[in-house]
Structure formats: structure tokens, C-alpha cells
């Protein structure tokens, strides 16, 4: 079955016809040669962007030489309003700081303790479902969200503030459409970004909602009630280094980009792999068989080990829609990259999206086929060049949370309904903050 993506641009076009492309979706507003290059140079009036497609080179730039190669300033001016200084755009000590203080809360046996809140909120997706036709994507995002108000602060969607968080939160994504559009846009850094006011109302609302979540916990805290999750470890952390704990500010700062990084690319991804499942039904079939011999009476960790081929359709999913489909660094020095002059202060793009795709990498890369995860040559360019959830130093910390809740989910949502493709509805992937279906995912479900 090939996965669709969406039509590339012809090789050649004018800035203006570019910049229209790039306001309609930045993946189409690419030349398909980029499925085979290994690097490709941007030109704007004011700055260079490289797209960086060769294994070893994206290495360099994530895995040797973080520090060399921070993140992009123009992406963190259009996340500020509602990051402040999370940990998602800063840099340098400061970032260290905050991943020491992070990523304890992400550890293996941490995930292992979340995996109650994330049935729950697998099951309760389940019990939200209804035969008929479905747009996935909602029903995914509504999922996943649940999922991190659950292992973050022990609190269903159902709850008010959760819920209010939620509806804000689509409002933002709507008014701030696609944010690597800055890496690419050519104008200098002097001209002030503008962010809309919609944006920064909602942006606020949000915050606001937060601050009232995590006072409430740090009242919590002090008192000696507060539950065991996510949020709790992460305000009680101690950083080894300083012996410092996030203050209160910080934590509105991290718990937004928990809420935004944690749900909105979750959902991607299993709205996507519903999709998949939708047109492959031998592969559905397949996922329903170790769906179905799950021990639900006894829900527990150990139920991942019956999900094996699960697993590997999500990632396979992650390959051809990887949810954060480009990334951006920029240089700190001039660079050589295969024999060309990088230029101080350019950007550096990575994109999973063309990586995962590569005509010179992967076999049939267009081709869905899970079973690819089980081959020799499979498992070599998954080490090579499959960065879903990036790599080194500035890798994904929920990525080991992301793979357990998402086979669990797709499990569950496929033990008790069968999912079928509507006729004419073919999905058109376009990048907004995540990879998404340019006008949603529709599925036909059926009880089984
Ligand atoms: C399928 C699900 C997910 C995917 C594909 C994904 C992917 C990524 C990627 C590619 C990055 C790096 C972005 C960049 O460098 O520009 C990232 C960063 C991040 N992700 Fe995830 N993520 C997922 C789920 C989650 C979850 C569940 C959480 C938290 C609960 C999370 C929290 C974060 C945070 C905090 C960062 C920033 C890390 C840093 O810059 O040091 N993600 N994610």
C-alpha cells in the first residue's frame, strides 16, 4: 500500500509563487528532488537555509555538535507567546539546566508508573467512540490530550480546567499555523514577527489556565498531598548541579510545551496509523489478533510484550508521518557541509519528512509495510536515518512515553472497532505544527 503525500512543487518557480506554496503548506512547497538529494540550498535576500538529507551530516549537526548548532532564533520567536523559555526553544546552560531537571521525570520505571493514567485514558477514548463516520483526528487529539492531563496531573479531561486547556489550545493551533515557515521566510531578523492577537490571547488564556493547574500542585506539594505524577516529580526535582527546583513561572513555561509537544504529536501519529490500518485491512487484521489476546481484566505494563507487530506499525507510521516533520538549528561559526561554504547565522533545516522518504536510503520508501522493521536491512536504515523523535542531546524526552502509548492506544481503539477508508476521502498530509490531513482524517468504524 503507498502512503500519500502530498505533490511537490516543479523544480523551478518564482520567490513569490515559493512564498504562496509555503503559506499553503510547507511540505508541496518543496521540489521532489529533495526525496533524493542530499543537501539543498535555499536563498533568500537575507539568509541562507540549508536542508541537510545526508545521514552522517545530520549526525554532525544533532549527535556530535549540539552545541554548535542550537536551535533556530526565528522558530523560538514565534513559539514565545506561548513558551516563554521552555525547554522546547531555549539553548545552552539554560536548556541543561532545564533537561537535568526533565528528564528523571521521563526514565523507564516513571513510564511504567504513567501506564495506569494512559489505559485509562485509552479506554475512555474507546468508550467516546461511535460506529459511523469518525473524523480521526479530532477524536485522536481529544485522545492524547487526555493522556497527558492524566500522567501529568492525574486529572481526566473531563475536568474543567483540562477541558478549557484543550479548546484553547485547538484555538491557538488555528491562528498559528505553521511556525518553520519562519526558517525559510525571507526577510531579516530586524522585521518584527508578528503574531496575531488572536494568538496572543489565546496564548494567555492558556498560560493562565496552567498557572492556576501548577499553584494548585505547588499548594499540593507543600501540604504533602499531592499525587505521584508527572507533575509532581518534575516540581520536586532538584537539579544536581545548582540544587535548584523550577520556580513557579518555570513550570507554566514547561507544562505548556508538555501539553503542546505531548499531545498534538501523539494524536498525529495515531490518526495517521488508523489511516494506515484503514487501507491495509491483512495489516489490521494482524493488529487485531494481538489486540484481541490482550489480558484486559489485568491491565498492566507487561501487556506491551503481546504488542510486538503493534509496535512496529506505529513506527513504521513515524517513518511516513513523522509528526515533527522539519527541524530547525542555526550555524554558530561557517561551516563546510559536502564541500560548501555555510555561512555564520544560517539555518540549518532537518527534515524527518524527505529523510524517512529518501529514494537512496529506503526500499519502497513510499511503500507502508511494517514488517520492514523485522529485516536486516530495515533495522540498518532505522539506525541510519529514521529521527522521529530526532537524536542526541536534544532527542524527544517523552519519546519512550510516546511509544508506549501509542501501540497501546492503536490496540485498544482496534480490539473493539474495525476501521475502513471512506470512499473519495483520501487524506492530503500538510505541515502545520504537526503532520496533518489537509482536511482531517474520515474513517468508517464498525464495532468487531
Ligand atoms: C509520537 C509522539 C512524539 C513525537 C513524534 C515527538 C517528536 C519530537 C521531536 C522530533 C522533537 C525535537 C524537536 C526539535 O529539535 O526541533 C521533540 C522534542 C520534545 N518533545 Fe517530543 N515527540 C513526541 C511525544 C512527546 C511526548 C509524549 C512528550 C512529553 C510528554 C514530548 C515532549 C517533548 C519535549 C519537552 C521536547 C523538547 C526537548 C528539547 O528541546 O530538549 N514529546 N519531540
Not at 485509552?122 to 497527558?148: K, N, T, Y
Amino acid at each position: 500500500m503507498i502512503a500519500p503525500k502530498p505533490p511537490s512543487r516543479p523544480d523551478r518557480v518564482s520567490l513569490w509563487r515559493y512564498l504562496k506554496l509555503f503559506r499553503a503548506d510547507i511540505l508541496s512547497a518543496q521540489p521532489a528532488r529533495l526525496y533524493r538529494a542530499w543537501m539543498a540550498e535555499f536563498k533568500t535576500p537575507f539568509f541562507r537555509s540549508y536542508l541537510i538529507n545526508q545521514p552522517d551530516l545530520i549526525r554532525e549537526v544533532l549527535d556530535r555538535r549540539p552545541d554548535d548548532f542550537p536551535k533556530s532564533n526565528r522558530i523560538r520567536e514565534g513559539l514565545a507567546p506561548l513558551l516563554g523559555n521552555s525547554v522546547f526553544v531555549t539553548n545552552g546552560e539554560d536548556w541543561k539546566r532545564q533537561r537535568r531537571i526533565i528528564d528523571p521525570a521521563f526514565e523507564g520505571g516513571r513510564i511504567r508508573d504513567a501506564f495506569p493514567a494512559m489505559y485509562a485514558a485509552g479506554a475512555a477514548a474507546v468508550a467516546r467512540l461511535q460506529p459511523g463516520r469518525v473524523e480521526i483526528e479530532a477524536a485522536m487529539s481529544h485522545a492524547a490530550a487526555d493522556v497527558i492531563f492524566r500522567t501529568l496531573f492525574s486529572l481526566p479531561i473531563e475536568d474543567q480546567t483540562a477541558s478549557e486547556v484543550f479548546r484553547q489550545f485547538r484555538e491557538y493551533q488555528r491562528t498559528q499555523p505553521i511556525l518553520n515557515l519562519a526558517a525559510f521566510l525571507p526577510v531579516p531578523r530586524w522585521v518584527p514577527r508578528f503574531h496575531r492577537a488572536k494568538t496572543r490571547q489565546t496564548a494567555a488564556a492558556i498560560r493562565s489556565l496552567i498557572g492556576a493547574l501548577t499553584a494548585a500542585r505547588q499548594a499540593a506539594i507543600g501540604a504533602g498531598e499531592a499525587p505521584e505524577d508527572l507533575a509532581t516529580k518534575i516540581m520536586t526535582t532538584v537539579d544536581p548541579v545548582t540544587g535548584e527546583r523550577f520556580t513557579a513561572a518555570e513550570m507554566v513555561d514547561q507544562v505548556a510545551i508538555f501539553f503542546l509537544a505531548g499531545h498534538e504529536t501523539s494524536a498525529s501519529a495515531l490518526a495517521w496509523a488508523l489511516y494506515l490500518l484503514a487501507v491495509s485491512p491483512d495489516v489490521q487484521a494482524r493488529v487485531a489478533v494481538e489486540a484481541l489476546a490482550l489480558d484486559v481484566q489485568n491491565p498492566g505494563f507487561a501487556m506491551l510484550s503481546g504488542l510486538k507487530f503493534t509496535r512496529d506499525v506505529f513506527r513504521e507510521t513515524l517513518r511516513l508521518y513523522p509528526a515533527v516533520p522539519m527541524m530547525v538549528r542555526q550555524t554558530t561559526c561557517p561551516e563546510r557541509f559536502r564541500d560548501r561554504a555555510v555561512p555564520l547565522g544560517a539555518q540549518v533545516v532537518i527534515s524527518p519528512w524527505h529523510l524517512h522518504r529518501h529514494e537512496r536510503i529506503w526500499d519502497r520508501p513510499d511503500e507502508f509495510d511494517p514488517d520492514r522493521w523485522q529485516t536486516e536491512a530495515g533495522r540498518t536504515c532505522g539506525r541510519e536515518a529514521y529521527i522521529p523523535f530526532s537524536s542526541g542531546a536534544r532527542v524527544c524526552p517523552g519519546a519512550g512515553f510516546a511509544m508506549v502509548e501509542g501501540p497501546l492506544l492503536l490496540a485498544l481503539l482496534v480490539r473493539e472497532f474495525r476501521f475502513a477508508a471512506v470512499p473519495g476521502l483520501a487524506p492530503v498530509p500538510v505541515a502545520h505544527l504537526t503532520v496533518r490531513a489537509k482536511d482531517g482524517i474520515w474513517l468508517g468504524l464498525e464495532r468487531r
